[in-house]
């Protein structure tokens, strides 16, 4: 999104630390081997490269990556375990978008994108069923109750490419969900 | 003690507000019917323009992109403004006036700060999104003319203050505010754009019916109802006053 | 494993002393060693790393070649992105002051900028202010909306008998009353009235 250009939270989001393993030999980045005197850096050599740089070189295939680990099943599992325990990582305002953005880079990219849907569905739902039970139907009390957080799950829902495109208030099938997950922010633009 | 009291104030004769029940109810309906009255170009009543700017106040607000500039309604609420502002002073001289004089003045606070406010929404949006509002003539056509050299001088400097402190700096090809060419990593583009995608949150006014959101899934939106969506299905609808923002 | 990554740490750094700051902190470029003066110098060193490798006209599409020119290239523009939301983070926050403070820098808040952002603001409140002439309003007043000139109130302890426009009231403990806000907000404020909305 183009807005986010200048947002000092989705720069410093992307300094997030990537394990990254070359996949070839590469000129003048010896010096991402700690371990080598070598000018050049020879293939196979692992590094922790931030997102920026890791995404970039992982769409030309130049690099390999691995999950950083607050993204890995076993953490996973332990935010579905108890959808009202809200961890550390997830109140980075990009971690979700973050989420996203790696799955298309790594192996198990259909788990990580499900369990981080099922984790913010989790959320969502949480803060609709709070919205339903307060007592004036009106407007104001509805954007009353909708708290700053609350509507940051919108945005999130936005970032992560959760498909959570409607919710109205008194109806039996509230949340419209499209079928099946996509990348946002190339299907966006283009439709547009 | 007959005079300016007995005109103002409808049917009753100079009733006094200092008793102990005041019906600011009343009072406030009487104000709305005098305000009409004051409109030399008798267009509309003035209390329904303080309703539709107070309704593309919200609008406003609510939407990520820069909306119509309510030209005739500021216009209008303007003078009306400054004419009943006129009578308010001319009431005030009158020391057994003291009390009606403060709630009408009262009003008049509330809708000088509703086109405060709507201008204010309106001018701090534009600086959000100056240099893209410049770049489109669509956008462009929704800006007031006091607006619109605001917008150009307001771009204009935000580029100049880059310029100077940094892109000045730069290796030339780098000297761009306009990365587009760029396309190294996601984020280069770099004026700012109204996210439509933003999630609003809106009542509904007329029956809409069914609106696809993407392929084959369609939903309705029906008069009464409140609803968060998307921006963009709606952005029409916003426009032609069927939906409105909260 | 550890790795530095030597680009793009000052750009970063700049970033986190911002959030690290309640409103601003001084602009970090005026010496030679500041913050800002060295991520335009990386942004040289890497430019000029990579013309020279250009140079060289080797085959980019080869990892080996290519990879590290889109190392430099990428930590480029992250630098420049850095240093361009530093410094419009910066102008906005410049630009509100002139919506709360008026026409001229309070003082202490001066030293913690730049001359040429002193500069920017000067040239924006021109900008305001002649769109404010123009439209013939002054937008930094009425910055909240005017209160009710009467509230209602139940009062939470009693209060005795005050005194109201409308003659003496006496304000009993669960009674409700609907009276001037002038007369009764100090109450309010010290909670021995709660006002009741509607």
């Known amino acids: ?192 | 003690m007959a005079g300016v009291e007995d005109d103002l104030v409808g049917g009753q004769g100079g009733r006094r507000l200092d008793d102990e029940d005041v019906d600011e109810g009343q009072v406030e309906r009487d104000f709305q019917e005098e305000f009409a009255d004051f409109d030399a170009f008798g267009a509309r009543a003035k209390n329904v323009d303080v309703d539709l700017l107070r309704r593309a106040l919200l609008n406003e607000k609510g939407a990520p992109e820069l909306l119509h500039y309510e030209a005739l309604l500021v216009k209008h609420l303007k003078e009306a403004v400054d004419r009943q502002q006129e009578v308010v002073d001319e009431l005030q001289t009158n020391v057994s006036n003291m009390m009606r004089s403060m709630m009408y003045q009262m009003e008049l606070d509330r809708v000088n700060y509703l086109i405060v406010e709507y201008l204010r929404t309106r001018l701090r949006k534009i600086e959000r999104h100056a240099f893209f509002i410049i770049k489109h003539e669509e956008m462009r056509d929704r800006l007031s003319e006091a607006e619109l050299r605001f917008a150009q001088r307001f771009a204009d400097l935000q580029a100049s203050h880059l310029r100077k402190l940094a892109l000045s700096k730069m290796p030339e090809v780098h000297q761009k505010l306009d990365d587009q060419n760029n396309q190294v990593n996601m984020s280069t583009l770099i004026f700012p754009e109204p996210d439509l995608d933003s999630f609003v949150i809106c009542q509904v006014l007329d029956d809409i019916g069914d609106i696809e959101l993407e392929e084959n899934n369609i939903v309705s939106m029906n008069a009464g109802e409140l609803v968060a969506i998307r921006y963009w299905p709606i952005r029409d609808f916003v426009r032609q006053g069927s939906v409105a923002l909260v | 494993m550890t790795s530095i990554l030597p680009y793009g740490a000052k750009g970063r750094e700049l970033l986190l002393e911002l959030k690290r700051s309640e409103w601003l902190p001084a602009y970090n470029g005026k010496r030679q060693d500041d913050g800002v003066r060295q991520v335009l110098g990386e942004i040289d060193a890497l430019y000029k790393r990579m013309r020279s490798r250009m140079a060289e006209s080797r085959d980019m599409r080869e990892p080996f070649y290519g990879c590290p020119l889109m190392v430099y290239h990428a930590s480029t523009l992250r630098n420049k992105r850095c240093l361009l939301a530093y410094l419009k983070y910066r102008a906005d926050l410049i630009g509100n002051l002139r919506w709360d403070a008026g026409s001229a820098i309070p003082e202490d808040l001066r030293r913690k900028l730049c001359a040429e952002e002193a500069q920017y603001f000067s040239a924006y409140d021109n900008i305001l202010s002649d769109y404010m002439r123009e439209v013939d309003l002054d937008l930094a007043a009425d910055m909240e909306p005017p209160k009710n000139l009467y509230v209602e109130v139940r009062v939470l302890r009693d209060c005795g008998e005050i005194d109201t426009v409308s003659g003496p009231v006496v304000l009993a403990k669960d009674t409700t009353h609907n009276l001037r806000r002038s007369d009764v907000e100090h109450l309010i404020r010290q909670g021995a009235l709660e006002q009741v909305t509607s």
């Open chain 1, 1 to 192: 999104m183009a807005s986010a250009y200048y947002d000092l939270d989705a720069i410093l989001a992307e300094e997030e630390r990537v394990p990254t393993t070359f996949l070839s030999d590469a000129q003048d980045l010896g010096i991402l081997d700690s371990s080598s005197d070598n000018d050049d850096l020879s293939r196979g050599t692992k590094a922790e490269l931030p997102l920026w740089l890791a995404t970039t070189l992982a769409e030309r295939i130049w690099v390999k990556l691995e999950l950083p680990r607050c993204y890995q099943s076993r953490f996973r599992t332990y935010l579905l375990a108890d959808p009202t325990v809200v961890a550390l990582s997830e109140r980075s305002p990009t971690y979700y978008e973050t989420g996203f953005r790696l799955a298309s880079f790594v192996r198990e990219s259909s788990s990580l994108c499900d369990s981080l849907i099922r984790t913010l569905a989790t959320r969502f739902k949480g803060v609709i069923d709070k919205a339903q039970n307060s007592r004036n139907e009106d407007i104001s009390s509805l954007t009353r109750s909708m708290t700053a957080i609350e509507r940051r799950l919108f945005d999130l829902a936005h970032q992560g490419s959760i498909d959570i495109l409607l919710w109205k208030q008194r109806d039996s099938e509230r949340i419209h969900s499209a079928r099946g997950m996509k990348r946002k922010l190339g299907a966006a633009n283009a439709a547009r």
